[in-house]
Each structure stands twice: as structure tokens, then as C-alpha cells.
């Protein structure tokens, strides 16, 4: 069985610098490879007696190139190329089987990543050691016992992380009692029918999503018949309204007559002055 573990890791800044060459150095030698894969694509359909191109092809040939035209190749864990072009060699290979688009060229900033083999790299405890670079601190160790295959160290924003592939042996098997056997029929009102007659209903997950919406509205709709039935008076605060408002209407609207020595207007407090 293969399971896979990421760890977030913690390089310093000798170590970043190192992560990004070795990313653009996959990156470089996946663009790479690619444009003479096209090219000796096209030139084998144009005459079939040439060999047709494939990544242990290209890796030879890389190899062959780096010394004098691309030293700064070096400077980095040979893996880095190598994997990038047999991880073209396995895209060719999904596509052509229809399980994968044609590949694309990778772009500086966009799923930076180099792979490394079980024997360039090795962990102990909360450290992964990496040839040419030296040890490098993780926050976890690996979860999993077993045997390492390789690892792909990737930058996600502004963090780096290493994805460990581990083998381990597979479950034992338990075997179980024979059961009887009983036929089910999928359907709509219940997930399943059994032969025996019981029913399993589903979630229903659509009907209770609508359930607290209708709750809601047909409260909404309770408070406004209430609000609409017991008038303006019905809060505190339109209560408050009604005894300030209606008395000093009064007081304005009935005619007095003037005392001796009385103000030819009378003042409301808030409102205007009321002509008797």
C-alpha cells in the first residue's frame, strides 16, 4: 500500500535560495524536454525510420548537454531535471491513453516543485537530510513506517513543503462469516429497499434546508398580522407617542379665551406655538 504524508518544512534562507534553483532547474529541463519532444515528434511523422522520442531518450541527452551548456544545473541535486523529465515522460503517457490533456510549458511561479529518489534524501526524526544542502527542519515527523520512495519538496505561497510517498504492507485480510444474502433496489422516496421490506430513508437534506426559511417567513408573517391588528399603540414606544401626541392636540385645537395677563400664545414643549 502507498500512502503520502505533507510536511511542512522550516529552511532558512541558504535553504529557500536552494529550493528555488532546483525548482527552476525542474522547471527548465520540463520546457525543455518538452520542445524536442515536439520536435522529434514532428520529424518521426515526417520519416518513421527515426526513433521516436521518450524520457530516458531526453535524459541522456540532457545529460550530455549540461557540462558546457547549462553548468548551472549542478549546482543543485541531479534529481531535479532527471524526475522533472520522466514526470513528462508519464504526462505523454496518460494523454496518449486519454486519461490526461497534452501537456503544457510550467511557468516560473506556478506549481514550483522538484522531486527527489529514496536515495537522495534522508529522514530522521524531524529532520529530512538533502544531498549538496545539508538538514533541513520539518514540523512533523512522518507518520507512516515503512519503506521511503521518493519525496517532492513544493512551495505553496510563501512556504515549503515535502510530500513523502511510503510503502507499507498491506492490511491483513479479516475474513467474515457468510451472511444471507438480501437484494436492494435504489429508489427516490427512500435510498434503499431491501428484499425483506425495510426501507432506509436518506437525509432528505434538501426538504431540511427549506424547513428553517419556511420557519422564519411564517413567523415574519405572524408578527406583521400582530403588528397590523393592535394599531399604533401597540409598542412602547408608539404608546409613549400616543400620550404626548394626542393630549397637546387637544390643548390646541380647543378654543380659550385669553386671562388677564395670560401670553396671546401658548408653547408646547417640541412644538410650535398654538393661537387661541
Given at each position: 500500500m502507498i500512502l503520502g504524508h505533507q510536511i511542512a518544512l522550516d529552511p532558512n534562507d541558504v535553504q529557500e535560495t536552494y529550493f528555488r534553483k532546483a525548482s527552476g532547474t525542474?522547471?527548465?529541463?520540463?520546457?525543455?524536454?518538452l520542445d524536442q519532444w515536439q520536435q522529434q515528434y514532428d520529424a518521426w511523422t515526417r520519416d518513421p525510420t527515426l526513433p521516436k522520442p521518450s524520457d530516458a531518450a531526453l535524459r541522456r541527452q540532457l545529460n550530455a548537454l549540461k557540462?558546457?551548456?547549462?553548468p548551472w544545473m549542478l549546482e543543485v541535486t541531479k534529481n531535479a531535471p532527471q524526475m522533472a523529465i520522466m514526470h513528462l515522460g508519464q504526462a505523454f503517457k496518460n494523454f496518449f491513453k486519454?486519461?490526461?490533456e497534452y501537456?503544457?510549458?510550467?511557468?516560473k511561479g506556478r506549481h514550483d516543485n522538484f522531486t527527489l529518489t529514496n536515495d537522495q534524501f534522508a529522514i530522521k526524526g524531524p529532520r529530512v537530510h538533502i544531498p549538496k544542502l545539508g538538514s533541513v527542519r520539518m514540523h512533523e515527523p512522518v507518520r507512516f513506517v515503512g519503506k521511503v520512495v521518493e519525496g517532492t519538496i513544493s512551495r505553496t505561497a510563501d512556504r515549503w513543503f515535502l510530500s513523502v510517498t511510503v510503502e507499507i504492507p498491506d492490511p491483513p485480510v479479516v475474513r467474515r462469516e457468510n451472511q444471507a444474502v438480501v437484494g436492494v433496489d435504489l429508489g427516490v422516496s427512500a435510498v434503499a429497499t431491501l428484499a425483506t421490506g425495510e426501507k432506509i430513508r436518506g437525509p432528505k437534506a434538501y426538504a431540511a434546508t427549506l424547513e428553517k426559511p419556511r420557519r422564519l417567513s411564517q413567523s415574519?408573517?405572524?408578527a406583521r398580522w400582530r403588528s397590523r391588528k393592535s394599531g399604533p399603540g401597540s409598542s412602547p414606544a408608539n404608546r409613549f407617542r400616543k400620550e404626548c401626541t394626542f393630549p397637546s392636540r387637544g390643548i390646541c385645537r380647543k378654543p380659550r379665551s385669553a386671562s388677564p395677563g395670560s401670553m396671546p400664545g401658548l408653547r408646547i414643549s417640541g412644538r410650535t406655538p398654538c393661537i387661541n
Open positions: 525542474a522547471r527548465f529541463a520540463y520546457n525543455w524536454a557540462g558546457d551548456a547549462f486519454g486519461t490526461a501537456p503544457t510549458f510550467k511557468k415574519n408573517s405572524v
